[in-house]
């Protein structure tokens, strides 16, 4: 079956994209004086201010040499020369100027320098200078609350046991499960792992951890009132996590930073794309999104005084692209016709297996999706405000690098997606997101 990839590209833009992604030499430039490498060798690029020197094959660009080594340039085309904003100054050496760059700049900044990273290929030594990114985006951290049942998976009993004896040699996990009588125990084998010192070091007096009937953990004395979750809002150019405190529901601490593969593209489809093109973007991607979800756990968790381990359980809403990426699944299904998800219901995961320096027990749950272009964040988004139980005509709208909508009469609720600035059409969009898709129920 053959897939939609739109139409059919110019042979000037294939060969174009072919230089742009180093698989052609590119053409001989009018006026370089540098003497260029033979292409048997590496030349050496040295970034500032991160102090960095990386050493890359001759030919591939300035941008892609430093995506490789993790250093961050502004990009929201993935470096494919259309978006204008990998800005770098060449301080050492002249590198010829690309029609996009007399776009960019004034002949004044061509003349000290600067350039389009994705368009300067490392032809010869060059010292870099990468302008600092705006990594603290201005997000939400307050909204219009309403009342909700507190009813958190996470459960604390404490609970002072008899010690064993010659007439009463019950195991340790039984002796623990007949005090707590109320929740049916399951451990994990980190708590039994636990179990026995925690017991005889703190005299029997322990208090039990349990996520979803799942015993995950045994601390010693009593720590129920100290419970607490992250949640996470995954977008595609920012990231939100906050700590809430499942004692009270409330919010503890809120942090927001760029989303780390911004460096792939602004927009979804760019970084399938990207996927698309090289076998290691994904990797790199998913490493991405980790690290971005790691630092924001740090962060909330310093601000907020509370230890990690203290963190038992993660919830992540975000799109079905960026969830897919997150979780190492191939998106490119999400990105061709007839755009389909490889599931819609995620498993229950563990917290470690993304990275996070949280408790080793805690869970993480993903939001479900409703479509390839309606992800979690838009069911999150339809929990949190009600609109599942309202029996009132109501228009949910989320606009952000993707725009989502989502209407109830009451009865019934129908969403669909498109990318914002621009009507809403039945054609793929050139950047941000697939066509609208089919409304979804």
Same mark, same amino acid.
């Given at each position: 079956?053959?897939?939609?990839?739109?139409?059919?590209?110019?042979?000037? /833009?294939?060969?174009?994209?072919?230089?742009?992604?180093?698989?052609?030499?590119?053409?001989?430039?009018?006026?370089?004086? /540098?003497?260029?490498?033979?292409?048997?060798?590496?030349?050496?690029?040295?970034?500032?201010?991160?102090?960095?020197?990386?050493?890359?094959?001759?030919?591939?660009?300035?941008? /892609?040499?430093?995506?490789?080594?993790?250093?961050?340039?502004?990009?929201?085309?993935?470096?494919?020369?259309?978006?204008?904003?990998?800005?770098?100054?060449?301080?050492?050496?002249?590198?010829?100027?690309?029609?996009?760059?007399?776009?960019?700049?004034?002949?004044?900044?061509?003349?000290?320098?600067?350039?389009?990273?994705?368009?300067?290929?490392?032809?010869?030594?060059?010292?870099?200078?990468?302008?600092?990114?705006?990594?603290?985006?201005?997000?939400?951290?307050?909204?219009?609350?309403?009342?909700?049942?507190?009813?958190?998976?996470?459960?604390?009993?404490?609970?002072?046991?008899?010690?064993?004896?010659?007439?009463?040699?019950?195991?340790?996990?039984?002796?623990?499960?007949?005090?707590?009588?109320?929740?049916?125990?399951?451990?994990?084998?980190?708590?039994?792992?636990?179990?026995?010192?925690?017991?005889?070091?703190?005299?029997?007096?322990?208090?039990?951890?349990?996520?979803?009937?799942?015993?995950?953990?045994?601390?010693?004395?009593?720590?129920?009132?100290?419970?607490?979750?992250?949640?996470?809002?995954?977008?595609?150019?920012?990231?939100?996590?906050?700590?809430?405190?499942?004692?009270?529901?409330?919010?503890?601490?809120?942090?927001?930073?760029?989303?780390?593969?911004?460096?792939?593209?602004?927009?979804?489809?760019?970084?399938?794309?990207?996927?698309?093109?090289?076998?290691?973007?994904?990797?790199?991607?998913?490493?991405?999104?980790?690290?971005?979800?790691?630092?924001?756990?740090?962060?909330?968790?310093?601000?907020?005084?509370?230890?990690?381990?203290?963190?038992?359980?993660?919830?992540?809403?975000?799109?079905?692209?960026?969830?897919?990426?997150?979780?190492?699944?191939?998106?490119?299904?999400?990105?061709?016709?007839?755009?389909?998800?490889?599931?819609?219901?995620?498993?229950?995961?563990?917290?470690?297996?993304?990275?996070?320096?949280?408790?080793?027990?805690?869970?993480?749950?993903?939001?479900?999706?409703?479509?390839?272009?309606?992800?979690?964040?838009?069911?999150?988004?339809?929990?949190?405000?009600?609109?599942?139980?309202?029996?009132?005509?109501?228009?949910?709208? /989320?606009?952000?690098?993707?725009?989502?909508?989502?209407?109830?009469?009451?009865?019934?609720?129908?969403?669909?997606?498109?990318?914002?600035?621009?009507?809403?059409?039945?054609?793929?969009?050139?950047?941000?997101?697939?066509?609208?898709?089919?409304?979804?129920?």
């Amino acid at each position: 079956m053959s897939r939609d990839r739109g139409p059919e590209q110019p042979f000037e /833009d294939v060969v174009e994209g072919l230089r742009r992604e180093g698989l052609m030499e590119p053409p001989p430039s009018v006026g370089e004086t /540098d003497e260029v490498s033979e292409g048997t060798g590496r030349v050496t690029l040295s970034f500032a201010p991160a102090d960095r020197s990386v050493r890359v094959p001759p030919g591939v660009s300035v941008f /892609d040499a430093a995506s490789w080594n993790g250093i961050a340039i502004d990009s929201t085309c993935g470096g494919h020369g259309t978006c204008r904003k990998c800005l770098v100054r060449l301080t050492d050496a002249v590198s010829p100027v690309t029609r996009h760059d007399r776009r960019t700049f004034t002949d004044e900044q061509l003349g000290e320098g600067w350039r389009l990273a994705c368009l300067v290929r490392a032809t010869h030594d060059l010292a870099v200078e990468v302008p600092p990114l705006v990594t603290r985006p201005k997000a939400s951290t307050v909204g219009v609350g309403r009342q909700v049942i507190l009813r958190p998976a996470v459960q604390k009993r404490y609970v002072e046991l008899t010690e064993p004896t010659l007439a009463d040699q019950r195991t340790d996990l039984a002796r623990l499960r007949d005090a707590v009588d109320d929740l049916t125990l399951v451990p994990d084998l980190h708590a039994l792992r636990r179990l026995p010192k925690v017991l005889r070091e703190s005299d029997f007096k322990v208090t039990a951890v349990v996520v979803d009937e799942v015993l995950v953990d045994v601390e010693p004395g009593d720590t129920t009132g100290r419970r607490h979750a992250i949640a996470y809002d995954l977008g595609t150019t920012t990231v939100v996590a906050t700590l809430l405190d499942l004692e009270t529901g409330t919010p503890v601490a809120v942090a927001s930073i760029l989303n780390k593969q911004q460096p792939f593209g602004g927009d979804v489809i760019t970084r399938i794309s990207a996927t698309m093109m090289d076998p290691e973007a994904l990797p790199r991607l998913t490493s991405l999104a980790r690290d971005t979800l790691a630092e924001l756990a740090a962060e909330v968790c310093e601000e907020g005084g509370v230890d990690p381990a203290e963190v038992y359980e993660v919830a992540l809403a975000g799109n079905a692209t960026m969830t897919a990426l997150l979780l190492g699944v191939d998106p490119e299904p999400l990105g061709v016709a007839p755009f389909i998800q490889v599931t819609a219901d995620w498993p229950v995961l563990l917290a470690s297996d993304l990275g996070l320096a949280v408790h080793p027990g805690a869970r993480a749950v993903v939001f479900p999706a409703l479509g390839a272009y309606v992800g979690g964040d838009i069911v999150a988004g339809m929990l949190a405000s009600g609109l599942d139980r309202d029996k009132r005509v109501r228009l949910f709208v /989320d606009v952000g690098t993707n725009c989502e909508i989502a209407l109830t009469d009451g009865d019934r609720i129908v969403t669909t997606a498109a990318r914002p600035g621009r009507p809403s059409r039945a054609a793929p969009s050139a950047a941000g997101c697939g066509p609208p898709t089919a409304p979804s129920r």
